[in-house]
């Protein structure tokens, strides 16, 4: 069986199947950018398979593995742990993949795969500590409760991370979303929060984490979430890399979503984030890509959530123009104009672009 997802022909239109895809997995309506925290039903959802039926009374997490001291843990017990709220913004990977050419057959998303919310749960590095890692220990394997066949592998969804990466990040057990217990659809009772990485990594309805001393070859590390060009190895997809969108300004058109401006001047307003370093740059163009200018950036409000920017447009001539942004981040990482290809469509930043009339 082939693993790897279809690439479209040239000509291929959205099928029927995507289109399936695309009404289960939402993403959040753009104009949501407004919002610091987006509220939880505006957020974006991608589900692989369907979101399964766990009962919170009866869940529980076991940490087993290369450990000393396997634990396993009722709600009850997790939530009496110290508990941290984190602001994360999180994207999936695959934002931006239904403008690829030739566009990789998934979930087809154009720019709005990404929500910003507050996640509240127990820290996960002091519950390792618990347990008591061995020396050998050097990845988790984090399974979640929902199952499926993908690409003609059945599995749980299952995502591997090396341990060096979740003792250097701020991972979270969470089990509440904005001030709220987790909604289904959004893993609960439990997911892990995985502050600067593309969505994959925020493995949802968690019931199991495993501690191993080889690294995870499961469907999601080895065959999903792989940046390449053919059937080559090629490189893990991990941190969100840098992304701005703006707010779109004026009111929409129902069929193209084109906006419509008057003349005059407008408080262009945006976010941009970034999961390997911090956003320290975001331009806008007002001619389509022509020219490019500096936004002004709001005050961070916290390293792993989106940044706002702002940038004052005065549309002085009428007629049909596109708006564009791009962020840069401290790693000197900037947006393409030109989305390089990539065979599954993967960790795409290109820069949006937005057209609008100005009447
Ligand atoms: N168990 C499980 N976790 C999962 C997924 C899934 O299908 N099953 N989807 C992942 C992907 S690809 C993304 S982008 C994020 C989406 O999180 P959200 O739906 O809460 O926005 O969840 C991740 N965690
Ligand atoms: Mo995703």
Known sequence: MDQ????????EAISVDELQLAARNHGMPLEALRYDVTPVGLHYLLIHYDIPDVDPATWRLDIDGAVERPLSLDLPELRSRPSQTLRVTIECAGNGRARLLPRPISQPWLVEAVGTAEWTGAPLAPLL??????????????????????RGVEQDYQRGMRLDDVLAGDLLLAYE???Q?????HGAPVRVVAPGWYGMAHVKWLQHIEVSTTAFRGFQNATAYRIRQGDEAGEPVTRMRPRALVVPPGFPDFMTRERVVD????????????GAA??????????????????ELDAATGR?????????WTADSRGSTEILC??????????????????????????????????
């Open 4 to 11: 790897e997802a279809r690439v479209a022909e040239p000509d």
């Open 129 to 150: 500590a618990e347990c008591g890692l061995r020396p050998d220990a050097v990845e988790l394997v984090l399974t979640g409760a929902d199952h499926g066949t993908e």
């Open 177 to 179: 979303m904005n001030g």
């Open 181 to 185: 217990p987790l909604p289904p659809q």
């Open 263 to 274: 003349t005059g001047t407008h408080a262009l307003r945006g976010r941009a984030w970034s």
């Open 278 to 295: 911090a956003v320290v740059r975001v331009e806008v163009s007002v001619d389509a890509g022509r020219s490019w200018a500096d936004a």
């Open 304 to 312: 792993w959530d989106w940044v706002g920017w702002s940038y004052a």
């Open 326 to 359: 791009r962020a840069t981040d401290a790693h000197g990482d900037v947006q393409p104009v030109e989305q390089p290809w990539n065979r599954q469509g993967m960790a795409n930043n290109a820069v949006q672009r937005v057209p609008v009339r100005v009447r």
